[in-house]
């Protein structure tokens, strides 16, 4: 079972910052957290992933709180673009699998 | 460099019959998963082939199989359709079979209906 809680939709303006929260109460000393993306009829697509420090790339931030409970994906200017399925994954890192356990995810939609 | 490729991208099939999927990894990428997708269950992991062995499989029945070649190009099948294995199926590859920053490329899937 996947061991996230997301919320199942938001809506965000265009050029607005997308906040998607993520919640992993129970995540392990030794579990990252990643986030994927899956546009409507496409494979997903690796977004970040961190274990404690905030990330950024040139796609997205993540913010991980202190107690590492819960995180937050920012897209800093959604566009169209963005409009997608977002799923929030603990998995360890350096295991002997690459197995991703996908939840439902949060349906984004960037509205114009 | 060349992404993930899957074929075929749409396949009709009947009851009872059998179907072969064929995924493509990135050049050079060893390990390759497979997933199916479904409205009802979302995204499951099907199994993990690395160097042609498997190394990990979901929770679905022996109807399912898979098996990776040298090339590292892996083919799934599925035997003894139900209406049920109706589905996306998608295969992601990576570079090694674990280790940190291991990240994933999936490919545009194989859309199966089966009637």
């Known amino acids: 079972d996947a061991k996230t809680t997301q919320p199942p939709s938001m809506d965000c303006a265009e050029g607005r910052a997308a906040n998607l929260p993520c919640n992993h109460s129970t995540i392990s000393g030794n579990e990252y957290v990643y986030w994927y993306r899956q546009i409507h009829s496409q494979g997903p697509q690796y977004i970040i992933h961190?274990?404690?420090n905030n990330e950024t790339n040139e796609m997205a931030s993540l913010i991980i709180t202190e107690d590492r409970k819960s995180s937050t994906l920012i897209l800093p200017h959604a566009t169209l673009r963005d409009t997608a399925v977002y799923y929030c994954?603990?998995?360890?890192?350096?295991?002997?699998?690459?197995?991703?356990?996908f939840g439902t995810g949060t349906l984004l939609a960037v509205q114009p | 460099k060349a992404g993930v490729t899957q074929t075929p991208r749409y396949l009709i099939k009947t009851r009872g019959q059998q179907v072969t999927l064929s995924c493509s990894p990135i050049s050079g990428h060893r390990s390759v998963s497979w997933y199916q997708q479904t409205p009802g269950q979302g995204l499951q992991f099907l199994f993990e082939?690395?160097?042609?062995?498997?190394?990990n499989k979901g929770n679905f029945p022996g109807r399912f199989s898979g098996r990776q070649f040298s090339n590292s190009r892996s083919e799934m099948n599925v035997s003894t359709l139900e209406l049920g294995d109706s589905a996306l199926y998608l295969c992601?590859?990576?570079?090694?079979?674990?280790?940190?920053?291991?990240?994933?490329?999936f490919g545009p899937g194989t859309r199966l209906t089966v009637l």
């Open positions: 082939y690395f160097s042609e062995t498997q190394r």
């Open positions: 992601a590859s990576s570079l090694n079979s674990s280790g940190a920053y291991n990240e994933q490329f």
């Open positions: 961190g274990l404690k």
């Open positions: 994954i603990v998995r360890v890192d350096g295991g002997a699998t690459n197995k991703l356990i």
